[in-house]
């Protein structure tokens, strides 16, 4: 990151909600389920798959996440009444991770079971290096009563080639991405061409094993590698799948499904859309600079 994009980042949290909410609206479906829904079904007219994330993290008391599993509840009920090719994105922390474990496996493990009478999938999302093992924890937990859930695992931690692997007897489905949480360099590659290495070494682990992959990138580079490997290794279309986040890079989105491959979006909705907007842009300096711009640009809102 330049200097002016990191001054940018480091000053976006004095910018009015409203400029940031204005670029923010390529991050997120919107603040209501309607609005994912038709998103999603959009999506699904392009040939492009979907997971549906209801926004929120952290929550700090046991009704708050009680909240958030009736609305991934509805999640799920909505895309199966309007038949769409969707899936459910979820945080642990959202259904009370840092409360009581035994507390949040049984809110995930409703949702899985839900997902399953409905024939789709509960996906989990990593969060911070704090909660890399309960999460793990949890995922095993499931994953050895129910094949219709996956977790994600980032590149740029050192750990996750030992994660991976031990995941492998479990013929997981996992979504391999980079990792967006800040993390001391002890425990995390900080370099790009370090981050991009792994990536790469953990694909061909994932490739070489019985998992189903979720190749979650932007990156020209690593979609090129996936693509080589994947002719390399003479893969069936039912062992992996694209996914991209909404609004980063579309017309690379388009350019994978033309080419032939199943491409999922992220797709988050909700009243918490300031925070994930924030990472989005500290993940994505040139577009926290178009907020900065318009704060100096007349009749801009």
């Avoid at 129910?146 to 994660?163: F, P, T």
């Avoid at 017309?251 to 491409?263: A, F, K, M």
């Amino acid at each position: 990151m330049n200097p002016l994009n990191e001054l940018i980042v480091r000053t976006l949290p004095l910018v009015p909600k409203k400029i940031v909410r204005h670029f923010a609206s390529r991050y997120i479906a919107g603040e209501k389920l309607e609005d994912a829904l038709a998103l999603v079904k959009k999506l699904n007219e392009q040939k492009k798959l979907a997971t549906i994330d209801v926004l929120g993290e952290n929550i700090t008391n046991e009704n708050e996440a009680i909240e958030a599993l009736k609305a991934y509840k509805l999640v799920l009920n909505k895309i199966k009444e309007n038949n769409l090719n969707s899936d459910l994105s979820i945080k642990l922390t959202q259904l009370g991770l840092k409360l009581d474990f035994d507390f949040c496996y049984a809110n995930v493990e409703e949702l899985v079971k839900l997902a399953k009478e409905y024939n789709n999938i509960v996906e989990i999302d990593m969060e911070d290096s704090s909660t890399t093992d309960a999460t793990l924890e949890i995922y095993k937990k499931l994953k050895s009563k129910y094949d219709n859930v996956g977790v994600a695992i980032q590149a740029y931690l050192k750990r996750s080639e030992s994660d991976i692997k031990a995941l492998l007897p479990l013929k997981p489905r996992i979504r391999l991405c980079k990792g967006i949480y800040i993390e001391p360099e002890t425990i995390a590659f900080k370099k790009k061409e370090l981050i991009n290495y792994n990536f790469k070494h953990l694909l061909n682990i994932l490739f070489q094993s019985e998992a189903y992959t979720c190749i979650a990138t932007h990156d020209g580079e690593l979609i090129s590698e996936a693509y080589r490997l994947i002719k390399d290794y003479n893969l069936n279309d039912d062992r992996f799948e694209f996914q991209m986040l909404l609004g980063v890079r579309p017309e690379l989105g388009n350019e994978i499904v033309s080419n032939g491959y199943r491409l999922r979006i992220y797709v988050p909705f909700g009243e918490h859309w300031y925070a994930y907007s924030m990472r989005r842009f500290r993940e994505n300096p040139q577009i926290a600079g178009y907020v900065f711009k318009a704060i100096f640009t007349k009749n801009s809102f």
